[in-house]
């Protein structure tokens, strides 16, 4: 495995300079592994030294650490010699420490480097006669250095938005600079829950598969993101619709009003992963489905519109399967005809972006690649069987137990972390004093449809 990042080990945003926000974006119920239910003392949004702990606990229970090898630089990934008829690959490393070079030949080579850790820095006329400073939110650090000066943060991302409101708490002055606007969220939704707790579930999420993206992103807009934060009242209200970029997520903007990546993989042989009129070729975003083996993947290499972690992980469950040989993937004609719809589809509905390949919804998403090696849910059979189970399911948030539910390495504890999740969600906000709070699911139920159709 090239890279050990969050999606791997979740090692921390701690390390991450672009992190100003004290916390993360996603709920720790959102984002949590599929094994090992967050503790409910952490924050909702969980602060850095939390998800250091998160990962580190669980890294040190399933004693991970051993299978790490760190201080090491991939150097180059290429097919072996005999590649064609083996599926091996030849790696080269540099230990950072020593410099020392040296070659292994793999069965397998998963990467997983992220594709946020490349800055673009676009240039513009007449920069160079720019007396003052020019960094690119990757480098930055702190914000002290801009004590009384005047800054502009050029694009409106979730990090140009952190640095133009941490930022403004020192300068004199900030002004956001913003091509096409955004739509703002806050951390907080409806109720006081987490604004993903609410949002991301299959129910309102399968109204995807019903209606056009640019209907769905009109009933968010209108009935959810407006009584938040009326874009209008500010000048960034944009031309797409929410479901056509990701939404930017900052608490501030309301009170205070250099970023951009692009991805590569130097170290990968010419010719594997590829971009062929705007579309780049990896089958669900994992595979190059030209090689006649599925030796090599990538994986966290995707756009989400949701929390990161539960695909990621679950793209890991699908790829171990595949590299032990127990899934196979479909010809190489499906798998190309696969990658054109998703960038076709994309185009339609996305504003133009270098990545277009890479979104994904993260509910239909998960539950494609779960269904890929038979963890996906048989909700038919759950609503027979187990309906407080099914109601949660499909009406209560998309949590990632649920693919422990059934399959390979399913776990006994699933049924349960789903069905007190709300409990682990609500203890920081109650101090534990939550009875009452969690209400019984069908009341929670008839009291949605009832919101929905009169007020939401
Ligand atoms: C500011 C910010 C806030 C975010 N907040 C959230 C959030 O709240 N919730 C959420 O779900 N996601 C969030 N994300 C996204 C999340 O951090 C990424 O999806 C996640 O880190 C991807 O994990 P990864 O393991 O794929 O890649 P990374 O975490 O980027 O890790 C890649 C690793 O590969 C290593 N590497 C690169 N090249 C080589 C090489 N040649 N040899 C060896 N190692 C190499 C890198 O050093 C790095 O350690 C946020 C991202 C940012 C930038």
Same mark, same amino acid.
């Given at each position: 495995m090239v890279g050990h990042g969050v999606t791997e080990k979740m090692p921390t945003k701690e390390f991450h300079p672009l992190c100003l926000q004290p916390s993360l974006t996603t709920a720790k119920e959102m984002g949590a592994l599929s094994t090992y239910p967050p503790r409910k003392e952490f924050n909702n949004f969980m602060r850095h030294h939390e998800l250091l702990k998160y990962v580190s606990e669980f890294a040190a229970e399933r004693d991970l650490l051993r299978h790490f090898q760190f201080n090491t630089e991939v150097m180059q990934v290429k097919r072996s010699d005999d590649y064609e008829k083996s599926g091996?690959?030849?790696?080269?490393?540099?230990?950072?420490?020593?410099?020392?070079?040296?070659?292994?030949?793999?069965?397998?080579?998963?990467?997983?480097?992220?594709?946020?850790?490349?800055?673009?820095?676009?240039?513009?006329?007449?920069?160079?006669?720019?007396?003052?400073?020019?960094?690119?939110?990757?480098?930055?650090?702190?914000?002290?250095?801009?004590?009384?000066?005047t800054v502009i943060v050029v694009g409106m991302g979730c990090s140009g938005?952190?640095?133009?409101?941490?930022?403004?708490?020192?300068?004199?002055?900030?002004?956001?600079?913003t091509r096409s606007g955004a739509h703002v969220i806050n951390r907080v939704g409806p109720s006081g829950y987490p604004y993903d707790y609410t949002l991301l579930r299959f129910y309102l999420m399968a109204l995807l598969y019903i209606f056009?993206?640019?209907?769905?992103?009109?009933?968010?807009?209108?009935f959810y993101l407006d009584q938040l934060f009326n874009h209008k009242l500010y000048p960034v209200k944009p031309k797409h619709h929410i479901l056509q970029k990701d939404p930017v997520l900052n608490d501030h903007i309301s009170s205070k009003i250099l970023s951009g990546y692009t991805w590569k993989f130097p170290f990968l042989e010419e010719g594997i992963i590829v971009q062929e009129e705007?579309?780049?070729?990896?089958?669900?975003?994992?595979?190059?489905?030209?090689?006649?083996?599925?030796?090599?993947?990538?994986?966290?290499?995707?756009?989400? +519109?949701g929390?990161?972690? &539960?695909?990621?992980?679950?793209?890991? @469950?699908? =790829?171990?399967?595949?590299?032990?040989g127990n899934c196979k993937l479909p010809s190489q004609e499906v798998m190309f005809k696969d990658i054109k719809q998703r960038y076709e589809t994309n185009l339609k509905r996305y504003a133009p972006c270098d990545k277009m390949s890479l979104r994904v919804d993260m509910v239909p998403y998960c539950n494609d690649i779960a269904s890929q090696f038979g963890v996906k849910p048989n909700l038919l059979k759950i609503l027979l069987t187990d309906p407080m189970l099914f109601f949660k399911l499909v009406f209560g948030p998309f949590l990632s137990y649920q +693919?422990?539910?059934?399959? &390979?390495?399913?776990?006994?504890?699933? @049924?349960? =972390?789903?069905?007190?999740?709300?409990?682990?969600?609500?203890?920081?906000?109650?101090?534990?004093?939550?009875?009452?709070?969690?209400?019984?699911?069908?009341?929670?139920?008839?009291?949605?449809?009832?919101?929905?159709i009169f007020l939401w």
């Open positions: 091996k690959w030849v790696v080269t490393v540099r230990n950072t420490q020593t410099a020392k070079v040296t070659t292994d030949v793999y069965d397998g080579v998963i990467i997983g480097v992220g594709h946020i850790n490349r800055p673009k820095i676009p240039t513009y006329f007449g920069q160079n006669t720019f007396k003052g400073q020019i960094m690119h939110t990757h480098s930055l650090r702190g914000v002290q250095s801009f004590q009384n000066k938005l952190d640095a133009a409101v941490e930022t403004s708490t020192v300068a004199k002055q900030v002004y956001l600079s056009p993206a640019t209907f769905v992103s009109w009933i968010f807009e209108t705007g579309k780049i070729n990896l089958y669900k975003c994992m595979f190059p489905p030209h090689l006649p083996h599925a030796s090599l993947l990538v994986i966290g290499f995707l756009l989400p +519109f929390p990161g972690f &539960p695909p990621g992980e679950l793209q890991c @469950r699908w =790829a171990a399967q595949v590299l032990a +693919f422990r539910l059934q399959g &390979p390495y399913a776990w006994d504890g699933a @049924r349960d =972390a789903i069905m007190t999740a709300e409990k682990r969600m609500l203890y920081p906000l109650t101090k534990g004093k939550s009875d009452g709070i969690d209400e019984n699911i069908y009341i929670n139920f008839i009291k949605r449809i009832v919101r929905f």
